[in-house]
């Protein structure tokens, strides 16, 4: 099949948990056989000297990327309380991306072109124009989703209202926009649920993350025990929700004594202001890290404190193909066919964390069995080949 793969990013390098999911499926593709391009916003903020596809993809693919600046200025902000769309979609507007997009659609005929999340949506209306191919819509997340979920954790009045404005406004455009593509493809049961439950009428299905298992080669020897951490990109609102809410949950424990553990925060675009969390020899805020999977193997005891978000999380995923021991809320293990105390370990408050954590840290062999588990589920779930075959099939399907 010809294939299309349409990125409001540039999903190299593999840097973050939609980067990886993008680079996976594009190289999966192109290992089935598939001729494969991909058009890509290059936005300022995630922009790289490296953007640029693996070495072993650069013959395989057509690759364009566009620079855009995504920036989110208070004057920007301001203009968009009095429109009925929100500023975190309509920044992926591009004239200039649009007339490259229109160019490369004259120029190719595809099967299947994949809109990869909502942003790039935008653009559906200048693709149906020209081009004949079946539109895929892969949601990564139910945007308005962690709007409104977000909103729920804020206590100011405005910024409470702020978030569930901008929640509504993004549900009224995913449901306009969603019943005009031809398939969705979801992460998770709950997210097909949901979309159904919107009157979504085109069909659904569910693609868990797959990941190139071969790339993820636990060595205990090179593992601190006990060691808590946390890793993924803090531009993304939820991520840094949760992250400074364990911080300020666990702050005093950590240093005092209470959990005899050290704690290490890294990844992209962590705010200055998260330096004050540091304590010497208890608590380090590393920021981003040069080899992620290095980094993942050694620590011992990955922690997700997500209070809002949707989809599948794709770090989660990774640590469980590390055999890391995972603690989560129920909100950032959604989706994983996991079974609390088995393969990852559910907390949803600070009491239910603490207990974890306590447990965790007391009992070395309790760890090593749940991550060993967890890699289990994740051989048995989330093997690339098999996600990239049934994917395929969709695909054909839609195309009958």
Not at 2 to 24: D, E, M
Not at 110 to 133: C, T, W
Not at 308 to 334: F, P
Not at 348 to 358: L, P
Request: charged share 25%.
């Amino acid at each position: 099949m010809k294939i299309l793969i349409l990125s409001h990013r540039v999903p190299f390098p593999q840097n973050g948990g939609y980067a990886i999911v993008v680079a996976n499926t594009i190289k999966g593709l192109v290992n089935e056989g598939h001729e494969v391009s991909l058009v890509a916003l290059n936005a300022k903020r995630n922009s790289h000297d490296s953007s640029l596809p693996d070495e072993d993809l650069m013959g395989k693919i057509n690759y364009r990327a566009y620079d855009i600046d995504t920036t989110v200025t208070m004057v920007g902000v301001a203009v968009n309380l009095f429109s009925k769309t929100s500023f975190n979609v309509d920044r992926y507007f591009d004239p200039g991306f649009e007339t490259l997009l229109t160019r490369e659609l004259r120029n190719n005929e595809y099967d299947i072109i994949q809109f990869e999340g909502l942003f790039m949506s935008l653009y559906m209306p200048a693709v149906r124009k020209h081009s004949n191919a079946k539109l895929v819509y892969r949601a990564h997340n139910i945007e308005n989703q962690i709007w409104w979920r977000l909103s729920q954790q804020k206590i100011d009045p405005f910024k409470k209202s702020y978030l569930r404005m901008h929640a509504r406004r993004i549900k009224n455009y995913e449901q306009q926009q969603l019943n005009k593509f031809d398939a969705i493809t979801v992460f998770t049961r709950q997210d097909k649920n949901t979309l159904t439950d919107y009157g979504i009428e085109v069909p659904i299905e569910i693609m868990p993350v797959g990941l190139r298992l071969e790339k993820y080669k636990p060595d205990s020897r090179k593992t601190e025990f006990p060691s808590l951490f946390f890793l993924g990109s803090l531009d993304w609102l939820p991520n840094r929700e949760g992250v400074e809410w364990f911080l300020e949950s666990f702050l005093n424990d950590i240093t005092s004594g209470d959990l005899p553990v050290k704690l290490y925060v890294a990844g992209n675009d962590i705010p200055e202001r998260f330096d004050d969390y540091e304590a010497l020899g208890k608590i380090f805020i590393q920021g981003e890290v040069d080899n992620a999977l290095e980094f993942v193997n050694s620590k011992s005891i990955m922690i997700v404190p997500l209070l809002s978000s949707g989809g599948m999380r794709v770090k989660i995923v990774e640590g469980m193909a590390m055999q890391k021991c995972i603690i989560s809320t129920s909100l950032g293990a959604e989706g994983i066919n996991f079974t609390n105390g088995h393969d990852i370990l559910i907390a949803n408050t600070r009491d239910e964390f603490y207990d974890a954590i306590q447990r965790c840290i007391r009992d070395e062999e309790f760890c090593i069995r749940l991550g060993k588990n967890a890699r289990l589920l994740a051989e048995k779930e989330h093997d690339i080949n098999v996600v990239i075959k049934n994917l395929v099939a969709f695909y054909q399907a839609c195309c009958k």
